[in-house]
């Protein structure tokens, strides 16, 4: 199915390279090393990706041979404003300038003689094969006809995409069924699009991650204060610390089998009901209890725990996923409570989140909820 570029789009493209970061090297390598076998024979496509900078090239280019990959793939993007940095455009046979590249590569022999395969044979490569590198004829846009011929190839993709197009970048690869690890924000999570997903198994989180800061390299134009805590510069290379990544995935790993470790006892007091939906409100991941059968609204940082085995994810605790749980949303007296408390926001009634009296009687809306079920426990 071919997308029609709009002016909508052409907008969201210029806006993306605005949120144009670089994945540390460090990074990469602790997730990958969780999912080696699922890689033997596979087609890698790294389709948001400059191979002169992106570490993702540079992780699967070096360790092609041990990861025993059939093809690497990558393409670049001519809004990249480091187009030609690490590996200068003069020393890539086959390269025409600052236009966006196809890069394939189907073997790394050790070109350079000393008895491992690196980066340098990577390089060495480049500069002598012609046929490795080719100018693509559009921008490199990971919607663009040409790109999405070159996913129809590929088994698995891995990188980091524009968090401002993870929407749709999630949608092209459910729609060519393709195997995928990629970076996103952890309030991605609450997308109706992405949260289907995830309650529907189609994709869940990778290993490393927990949603905790980590710094990723921006381009030399992005604006940073090396007086705050979070930029820095180094060797003249600008980092900053980006809020709230995650790994999304559809691989198997282990995370997804280790079983959530209970130990708290359910007491009415300690765990109220919501007034709107029947169902306990639980602050912790690590204080859902062990023995209680009914539903419960946990904080979205409890699918860094989930394991479908132990648990079922009944629906998401406000906006239109809300809806689908139930009609009822906040009720006109917990309204009037709420502003009464002294509390400010804009809720009004039928308001669709969950909403509870705490134990002295106030009226609380947690941050986002997820709905789950202990499965292990007998309705």
């Known amino acids: 199915m071919k997308r029609k570029t709009t002016n909508k789009n052409l907008h969201k493209a210029s806006k993306a390279k605005k949120d144009e970061f670089y994945t540390q090297l460090v990074d990469i390598e602790k997730e990958l090393k969780y999912y080696?076998?699922?890689?033997?024979?596979?087609?890698?496509?790294?389709?948001?990706?400059?191979?002169?900078?992106?570490?993702?090239?540079?992780?699967?280019?070096?360790n092609f041979n041990e990861?025993?990959?059939?093809?690497?793939?990558?393409?670049?993007?001519?809004?990249?404003?480091?187009?030609?940095?690490?590996?200068?455009?003069?020393?890539?046979?086959?390269?025409?300038?600052?236009?966006?590249?196809?890069?394939?590569?189907?073997?790394?022999?050790?070109?350079?003689?000393?008895?491992?395969?690196?980066?340098?044979?990577?390089?060495?490569l480049l500069k002598q094969d012609k046929n490795i590198a080719t100018p693509l004829k559009g921008n490199g846009d990971f919607r663009s006809d040409e790109c999405i011929e070159l996913l129809k190839q590929a088994d698995i993709v891995v990188t980091n995409p524009p968090f401002s197009l993870f929407r749709e970048y999630v949608a092209q690869l459910i729609e060519y069924k393709k195997k995928f690890l990629i970076i996103g924000n952890v309030n991605a999570i609450t997308y109706k699009e992405i949260f289907k997903l995830i309650k529907n198994n189609d994709l869940w989180l990778g290993v490393t991650m927990d949603g905790r800061n980590i710094w990723f390299r921006v381009p030399d134009d992005y604006p940073i204060n090396e007086n705050v805590a979070n930029s820095k510069i180094i060797n003249g290379e600008k980092y900053l610390f980006v809020k709230g990544c995650i790994w999304y995935t559809n691989f198997d790993n282990i995370k997804r089998h280790e079983k959530l470790v209970l130990y708290k006892k359910y007491s009415s007091k300690e765990y109220p009901k919501y007034d709107n939906y029947n169902a306990i409100n639980v602050d912790k991941v690590t204080e859902i209890p062990v023995d209680y059968k009914g539903a419960m609204g946990v904080p979205i940082t409890f699918l860094n725990k989930y394991n479908p085995e132990q648990f079922e994810i009944i629906g998401q605790g406000q906006g239109n996923l809300y809806r689908e749980l139930t009609s009822f949303g906040l009720s006109k007296k917990f309204v009037e409570d709420y502003y009464k408390s002294g509390q400010t926001g804009f809720i009004k009634e039928n308001h669709p989140v969950l909403g509870y009296y705490d134990d002295n009687n106030k009226p609380v809306i947690p941050y986002m909820r997820i709905v789950i079920r202990n499965k292990k426990i007998k309705k």
């Open 36 to 62: 080696k076998n699922q890689f033997r024979g596979k087609i890698v496509y790294c389709n948001c990706d400059d191979p002169y900078e992106s570490n993702f090239f540079k992780y699967f280019a070096a």
């Open 67 to 124: 990861f025993k990959l059939k093809k690497l793939i990558t393409t670049s993007y001519n809004g990249s404003p480091i187009i030609g940095g690490q590996l200068p455009l003069f020393q890539v046979a086959g390269s025409k300038g600052k236009q966006p590249l196809k890069i394939e590569i189907t073997k790394v022999p050790d070109m350079n003689k000393d008895g491992t395969i690196s980066l340098e044979d990577v390089k060495y």
